[in-house]
């Protein structure tokens, strides 16, 4: 019979740094977005994101397991995206045509995309162990 594999627990590697991937892929979804549509003002486009991916970081079970896809990487990409579309509607930032869809599909594949990357490695190692 088939398992799941184990969550992928960082043994030496200190949350922060999950965190800061989080981060820089906020950032380069905006900077994405401000270069493709001509837009001014790279702080007023990323602030509203940055506070969510903060408020979805509060959490204590992302922090506890960042890389897991689930809960964690769902988590952080909800939150991320519902409270950063909810403040740029509240400040005025704009909500008008696909963006909120084109928001969601781009932080969805972003935030949980990478978390794929190490459980995919987890699993093969896994796999290897099981036949040493």
Known sequence: MDTAPEPVVPDQVHPAWWFGIDAAAVLLFALVGMLSHGSDGYLGIVWPF??????????PAVRALPLLIWPSGVMIWVFTAGIGLALRAVSGGGMSGAFPWVTLGVLGLLLVGWRVVPEVVERRRERRARYL
């Open 50 to 59: 940055l506070v969510g991916l903060a408020v979805a970081w509060f959490v």
